[in-house]
């Protein structure tokens, strides 16, 4: 199923990670452990800030093209920071595993 890369979230936003970064391995929990995320806003590059009490914002500028650059919200940084990953390598929507998506907020 198509999804939205900003409401990519759990097992999806992790799968979509993985995808990203070229390998296969949803059980890598890239959005909610730093040992997994951390590396990835360390190498791409991501800003993060936290605007408001609710949420966190992530920025990435992209190098390919100087007009470019993603900017998403999450309400942890992990996610801001992985769905703007995501954004950078797959774009703004994303064909996800059905199964990945069974109890997860659309």
Known sequence: MKVKTSELSGAALDWAVGQADGCDLAAVEYSSKWEF???????EVITLIHPRWDCW???KYDERDEEESY?????????AAMRVYVASK???EVEVPD???EGESK
């Open 90 to 92: 797959l774009g703004d």
């Open 37 to 43: 995320g951390g590396p990835i806003i360390e190498r």
């Open 71 to 79: 900017t998403l919200d999450g309400l942890t940084p992990l996610i």
């Open 57 to 59: 914002t992530a920025h």
């Open 99 to 101: 199964e990945l998506l």
